[in-house]
């Protein structure tokens, strides 16, 4: 049974949304459009949370270590909370390494996107961003750091999961994340180029074979996760989304003019998320991961509905295609 929160216990942060990379499937679609919030302000925020005893916070972007500031501004999360960062590690030298370990970062996540220099660096749309990226897992693990790989599955680099395995647990990191490709930013145009079937998935994560002691998650069934119970997250510009894989859907305010919490207990939508109360729920996924119907963003991406069932469990799919989004959905990324 799925506790009650009076309070999120973690919080994701979009820090930034520039980035030193180009990859198809930019969730943010990185560029300098609207204003960041500037280094006082996220102090400000972090003070709000740890006066408010959230535990975890989990940083991404964009790139983190393109904002010049962002270490600095991690420095004064890590006595207080556990910080989780997600890079492409093409910034992570040795120096920044020895200084993540010795500010006390809890872990490190590092997106390779394939197990190949041509597969990855296709992907990034950077020539050499394979090499920096595997360095950086390496440098990391080497300074006994906690890290992992990520990877978004798709068309691209599915026949090499097996490889990557064997790469990240090569390189030191003690997980590999397979993640879904969800239709934001960037990979709404490229969806046709990067999407795969529900079959095509599961194929492509069948008779996985890891190392003893390395192990492999995945983001769909049977672990079809419907986090929003617990879910908080603000994206660069300040604006409080719930969860980063709803931050074209939902907007529950700005944390510059309405504190987080105050969205957190007032906004009817962000309530009904947390609330669970879907149309059908997949019996095996609610088995592993308390789903209450899948992931919310994917719901309703593909049905238009907040109480519709995540289309990536094989369960719950109902015939869609994967391959294909829906035509308001392109119409919006126009």
Same mark, same amino acid.
């Given at each position: 049974?799925?506790?009650?929160?009076?309070?999120?216990?973690?919080?994701?942060?979009?820090?930034?949304?520039?980035?030193?990379?180009?990859?198809?499937?930019?969730?943010?679609?990185?560029?300098?459009?609207?204003?960041?919030?500037?280094?006082?302000?996220?102090?400000?925020?972090?003070?709000?949370?740890?006066?408010?005893?959230?535990?975890?916070?989990?940083?991404?972007?964009?790139?983190?270590?393109?904002?010049?500031?962002?270490?600095?501004i991690l420095k004064n999360c890590t006595p207080h909370m556990m910080t989780f960062v997600r890079t492409n590690g093409t910034?992570?030298?040795?120096?920044?390494?020895?200084?993540?370990?010795?500010?006390?970062?809890?872990?490190?996540?590092? @997106?390779?996107?394939?197990?190949?220099?041509?597969?990855?660096?296709?992907?990034?749309?950077?020539?050499?961003?394979?090499?920096?990226?595997?360095?950086?897992?390496?440098?990391?693990?080497?300074?006994?750091?906690?890290?992992?790989?990520?990877?978004?599955?798709?068309?691209?680099?599915?026949?090499?999961?097996?490889?990557?395995?064997?790469?990240?647990?090569?390189?030191?990191?003690?997980?590999?994340?397979?993640?879904?490709?969800?239709?934001?930013?960037?990979?709404?145009?490229?969806?046709?180029?990067?999407?795969?079937?529900?079959?095509?998935?599961?194929?492509?994560?069948?008779?996985?074979?890891?190392?003893?002691?390395?192990?492999?998650? %995945?983001?769909?069934?049977?672990? @079809?996760?419907?986090?929003?119970?617990?879910?908080?997250a603000v994206n660069a510009f300040g604006d409080s989304v719930g969860c980063m894989y709803l931050r074209e859907y939902v907007?529950?305010?700005?944390?510059?003019?309405?504190?987080?919490?105050?969205?957190?207990?007032?906004?009817?939508?962000? %309530?009904?998320?947390?609330?669970?109360?879907?149309?059908?729920?997949?019996?095996?996924?609610?088995?592993?991961?308390?789903?209450?119907?899948?992931?919310?963003?994917?719901?309703?991406?593909?049905?238009?509905?907040? @109480?519709?069932?995540?289309?990536?469990?094989?369960?719950?799919?109902?015939?869609?295609?994967?391959?294909?989004?829906? %035509?308001?959905?392109? %119409?919006?990324?126009?």
């Open positions: 049974m799925r506790p009650h929160y009076v309070t999120p216990p973690h919080i994701t942060i979009s820090i930034t949304n520039t980035c030193n990379l180009q990859c198809q499937w930019c969730y943010g679609d990185c560029s300098g459009a609207r204003t960041e919030l500037n280094t006082k302000e996220w102090l400000q925020f972090i003070n709000y949370l740890i006066a408010n005893n959230f535990i975890q916070i989990y940083f991404e972007g964009g790139e983190p270590f393109f904002r010049a500031d962002f270490l600095y910034l992570v030298g040795d120096k920044l390494a020895a200084e993540l370990k010795s500010i006390g970062v809890g872990r490190m996540l590092v @997106d390779i996107m394939g197990a190949r220099a041509e597969t990855h660096d296709e992907l990034t749309g950077v020539a050499g961003s394979f090499e920096k990226s595997c360095d950086a897992v390496a440098r990391l693990a080497s300074a006994g750091i906690k890290t992992d790989v990520l990877v978004i599955l798709n068309r691209k680099n599915a026949a090499e999961i097996q490889e990557l395995i064997e790469l990240a647990h090569g390189l030191g990191a003690l997980r590999l994340g397979i993640l879904r490709l969800y239709p934001l930013g960037r990979a709404k145009r490229s969806w046709g180029q990067l999407a795969l079937s529900i079959e095509e998935q599961q194929a492509a994560v069948t008779n996985l074979r890891p190392p003893n002691g390395f192990k492999v998650m %995945q983001s769909w069934h049977p672990n @079809d996760r419907n986090c929003c119970w617990q879910a908080a907007n529950f305010g700005n944390i510059r003019t309405k504190p987080l919490l105050d969205t957190w207990h007032d906004d009817p939508l962000y %309530q009904a998320l947390r609330a669970g109360k879907v149309e059908k729920s997949c019996p095996s996924c609610h088995e592993n991961d308390g789903t209450h119907g899948g992931c919310r963003s994917t719901a309703f991406a593909f049905h238009g509905r907040w @109480d519709a069932p995540d289309p990536f469990c094989s369960h719950l799919n109902e015939g869609i295609d994967l391959r294909v989004l829906p %035509q308001r959905l392109l %119409q919006k990324s126009g």
